[in-house]
């Protein structure tokens, strides 16, 4: 079946330890998402590609930091994690951006914790 | 700027019973309307849509939504909750046309279903 995977599931890393989370998908969508969830909150985007084109959201800490070597992979690279961005991270990726009713298919997430 | 307001941020409701999930949005064009499930320490799932036509929308697992242009609502309802229910559901809208805009999605409501 074509998916969003992300990898890993669950990922511990001490304060301050730059981190990488993945995330591939084989749906072949030229749109790629990257969301932070703190608990019990909705989804808050950081960033997005569509196609090579890097989008930032104005709010997004200089702290993230997003790669996209290619169509189907997407990396969230964290560079001096602390306490407060402990966190659900959610990849999606949709065909055709949000302005053109296309959905987003989710990823399961990886849940950051910071130590 | 697009909103989305979802009335409760828990509702409980007897196995068996009606499901109603209260979603409105502000913005004088209606935007395209989406609710997404999530279960525990997942990502989203999409239940439904509504981009343009009928504005009753059947989506997965017995849910529908209509869109009402005149309340600026899209409320999710299913006639018969069952415990496997239970997950915590968003409504989210992402504007129309345009080269800008983002899925912007409500803070959540958490769904409990008592036996």
């Known amino acids: 079946d074509a998916m969003v995977i992300q990898n890993p599931r669950y990922q511990v890393t001490q304060f301050g330890k730059p981190v990488t989370l993945s995330c591939s998908q084989t749906?072949?969508?030229?749109?790629m998402y990257w969301y932070q969830q703190k608990s019990s909150q909705a989804p808050k985007l950081l960033f997005h590609?569509?196609?090579?084109?890097?989008?930032n959201e104005a709010d997004t800490p200089d702290n993230f930091q997003s790669r996209r070597p290619n169509t189907s992979f997407c990396f969230l690279d964290i560079r001096s994690p602390g306490l407060g961005d402990a966190a659900m991270y959610l990849c999606?990726?949709?065909?055709?951006?949000?302005?053109?009713?296309?959905?987003?298919?989710f990823g399961q997430g990886t849940r950051l914790t910071v130590v | 700027a697009q909103s989305v307001t979802q009335l409760g941020s828990h509702v409980s409701v007897s196995e068996g019973a009606l499901v109603l999930l209260r979603c409105n949005y502000s913005?004088?064009?209606?935007?395209?309307l989406f609710w997404y499930v999530q279960y525990p320490n997942q990502g989203l799932q999409l239940l439904l849509k509504?981009?343009?036509?009928?504005?009753l929308v059947k989506g997965i697992n017995g849910f529908e939504a209509e869109f009402k242009k005149s309340e600026t609502s899209f409320h999710l309802t299913k006639p018969s909750a069952h415990m496997s229910d239970a997950a915590e559901y968003f409504c989210?809208?992402?504007?129309?046309?345009?080269?800008?805009?983002?899925?912007?999605f409500g803070k959540g409501t958490k769904l409990s279903v008592k036996p």
């Open positions: 913005s004088s064009v209606p935007p395209y």
């Open positions: 749906l072949n969508h030229n749109v």
């Open positions: 989210a809208v992402s504007p129309r046309g345009g080269s800008q805009g983002n899925l912007i």
């Open positions: 590609y569509y196609d090579k084109d890097f989008n």
């Open positions: 999606a990726t949709s065909s055709g951006g949000p302005t053109l009713g296309a959905e987003a298919f």
């Open positions: 509504y981009t343009t036509g009928a504005t």
